[in-house]
């Protein structure tokens, strides 16, 4: 068995520890066109104190430009290109795996069509046209009729790639099916699976994020001086994963206290805050006193084996979850079913 990665600790702030951050968008600066609070002044704190800021997105239905001029109606200061989409990886992806020139049926926004015929490839929508490859999207416009396309088209024998897999999408009203559900419907019509996929978990979003970081005249920041920060652990904390680099886990969007306490290794991030204003605080270091108790700050977990469950001093403590994660994810690769220990309901 593996030894057990934990949640670290710092005396500086993040922005101090790290030089580049790789912040998400959806559930994490904004949902839909309401900002995260605290996300914008805690993010222009942060590059007061050096720190350099790339936003990672799988949504491609927006352009940069778009998504920039909303940023900065929060009173951020963006330029277009610090915004990585998933339309600008996936053009570039298909690029590299069909001819120049070849036909590529899109279901997508205009900035995923704009993207793709900018990587040197034609555009069609006619699933009779022989398109050598098939990208899909998240649209929200999109019909029945484009998503048979799709299918047809895929089942001709194009090549299918999509943009992301992200199964949800935070909106103003709550929690909305994302791409992810709109892939798995062509899937089940046609029994094909895409062979690539640009967006989150896949790393080379925040690989591509710091070239273009670097592109702009500044020195290539380093996997380990780079942060990436989200608020889904299948996505964006599973790419930071992927890659090598450290990741921040924000409670603003899809994740909870419970998953975060039951997460697999792959899933686990190296630090967890309640929303941004994580990159602007040391983080104190859970530590393991012994005896089934971890200490964070001056807040415990601790694990009562006779009743099977886990109990903190202070369920409104970001410090006690901390404290509570690593415990859990402790008792986890010792062999305890996670399934039966009750855990705490945290009210942060």
């Not at 990665?5 to 790290?18: N, W």
């Not at 006619?126 to 047809?152: E, H, L, R």
């Not at 690989?207 to 989200?230: K, Q, T, Y």
């Amino acid at each position: 068995m593996s030894k057990t990665r934990f949640l670290k600790g710092t005396d500086r702030t993040l922005a101090e520890q790290y030089h580049l951050a790789l912040l998400d968008l959806d559930g994490v600066v904004y949902r839909g066109k309401n900002a995260v609070d605290h996300a914008a002044d805690s993010i222009q704190q942060a590059e007061q104190s050096g720190m350099m800021i790339e936003y990672t997105t799988n949504n491609s239905s927006r352009f940069q430009r778009i998504v920039a001029d909303q940023l900065i109606g929060f009173g951020l200061k963006v330029e277009p290109w610090q915004v990585i989409t998933s339309s600008v990886v996936a053009a570039r992806m298909v690029a590299k795996a069909v001819p120049a020139g070849s036909r590529v049926l899109v279901l997508g926004a205009e900035h995923l069509r704009e993207e793709v015929e900018r990587a040197g490839l034609v555009v069609t929508d006619d699933p009779t046209s022989k398109p050598a490859s098939v990208i899909q999207g998240w649209y929200p416009d999109m019909t029945w009729q484009m998503m048979a396309n799709v299918a047809f088209a895929v089942e001709a024998g194009a090549t299918y790639f999509v943009t992301n897999r992200d199964l949800t999408i935070p909106r103003e009203l709550g929690i909305a099916p994302g791409c992810g559900s709109m892939i798995q419907a062509v899937i089940t019509a046609t029994g094909v699976e895409p062979v690539a996929s640009a967006g989150k978990p896949e790393s080379y979003m925040y690989d591509e994020a710091r070239e273009l970081n670097a592109s702009e005249g500044n020195d290539m920041v380093s996997v380990e001086e780079s942060i990436a920060v989200g608020d889904r652990l299948d996505t964006d904390i599973e790419a930071g994963n992927r890659g090598g680099y450290d990741s921040l886990a924000v409670l603003t969007g899809v994740t909870n206290p419970h998953e975060l306490m039951l997460a697999p290794a792959h899933l686990r991030p190296t630090f967890v805050a309640k929303d941004l204003r994580g990159l602007n605080e040391a983080m104190p270091l859970p530590t393991s006193i012994g005896n089934g108790c971890w200490v964070c700050g001056n807040l415990r977990a601790a694990y009562d084996k006779v009743d099977n469950e886990i109990r903190v001093g202070d369920p409104t403590s970001v410090d006690a979850l901390r404290a509570a994660i690593c415990l859990a994810w402790q008792l986890a690769d010792n062999g305890t079913d996670m399934s039966t220990v009750k855990l705490p309901d945290f009210t942060l």
